[in-house]
């Protein structure tokens, strides 16, 4: 008997249930809101049942045929990958969907050059892409997910896996008018009677703060943003200081204020930046070819931001 769905439509399913709404697994899958209602509606049409009820203005909810149903195809999705992993391992071929978290702090920075020589080398993986903060990588990677991201190694949870790649050490960002600007290297203790701009993203913000806690300070926060870019305009336009580990491509901000890079020193301790997986995540073909491929190009000085 021939199938009636396709791994797509589940795939869509899936996301919809997980998310509660179009909307939402659009915004995941980077796919279009009317191409998953399609894929929704034509697997409703197969299989003969209403997987959802539509609510208006308060998405979907799921009916009790698609929270049976869902359950049961997140672990055919999931042997699905696999099986697909399963396939390299008999060819020896890197080949098929690779799904890549990073954090959204440099995400724009070295994902998308990563993606491009990796694809480049290896022309049989399509990598899919999501910038997300440290917990939903974390509870992207235990739900299957993702097979692999682009982190910093920051409260690793015990049944996750850590490759670290580089060490990071912070550095202040100021305008060229702020008063600790003339400096060639700036302590803990030059900042505390200075506005912050904290980088307010869960795990990240713990470390920056971390510096000041050890030291029994406080820091002065005058603003919160989680967009890095955000973080340099408002340094910019002299609304304070920020901290940060990777360096951006140039000393200007979005709207194309000034910015000076001045190291922080003294008792803070650099970022490891590297790969996180599921324990086991590597004995896929795919997933060791992409560590090994991050980790040349991280020899080779090939990805922006990263001295």
């Known amino acids: 008997m021939p199938l009636r769905f396709t791994l797509r439509q589940l795939e869509y399913f899936v996301a919809v249930g997980q998310c509660g709404s179009i909307a ?10 009317p191409s998953i209602s399609a894929a929704i509606a034509q697997l409703e049409a197969e299989l003969g049942l209403s997987l959802f009820v539509r609510k208006h203005a308060h998405g979907l909810s799921q009916t009790t045929a ?6 049961h195809s997140e672990k055919i999705l999931l042997t699905a ?50 910038e997300l903060n440290q917990v939903d990588i974390f509870s992207r990677i235990r739900r299957a997910e993702l097979d692999v991201a682009l982190t910093y190694e920051l409260d690793i949870p015990s049944d996750l896996e850590f490759v670290p790649l580089l060490g990071l050490s912070p550095y202040v960002i100021v305008s ?9 290297e700036i302590t803990v203790e ?30 002065k926060i005058a603003e919160r943003t989680h967009d890095m870019a955000v973080m340099r305009s408002l340094v910019a336009n002299g609304f304070g200081y920020s901290i940060a580990n990777i360096r951006p ?23 490891n930046m ?34």
Do not use: W
């Open 66 to 71: 698609g929270a049976r149903l869902l359950e």
């Open 24 to 33: 939402g697994a659009s915004d995941k899958l980077n796919v279009s809101s």
């Open 249 to 271: 491509l140039n000393d200007e901000s979005p709207d194309g204020g000034k910015l000076k890079l001045i190291p922080l020193v003294g008792d803070v301790r650099p970022l």
């Open 176 to 184: 060229p008018e702020h008063p600790l600007a003339h400096l060639d």
């Open 81 to 130: 990958g696999e099986l697909n992993d399963l396939a390299g391992e008999i060819s020896g071929n890197v080949q098929g969907p690779l799904r890549l978290g990073c954090l959204l702090t440099f995400a724009q920075v070295i994902a998308p050059r990563v993606r491009r020589e990796f694809e480049a080398e290896y022309p049989e993986v399509t990598i899919r892409q999501y």
């Open 190 to 219: 030059d900042l505390k009677d200075h506005a912050m701009i904290l980088l307010d993203l869960p795990h990240s913000s713990e470390y920056f703060l971390s510096f000041f806690k050890s030291q029994g300070q406080r820091p």
């Open 274 to 307: 590297g790969l996180l997986m599921a324990k086991g995540a590597d004995t896929s073909i795919t997933v060791r070819a992409f560590t090994s491929h991050c980790e040349d190009m991280i020899k080779a000085k090939k990805l922006p931001g990263l001295t």
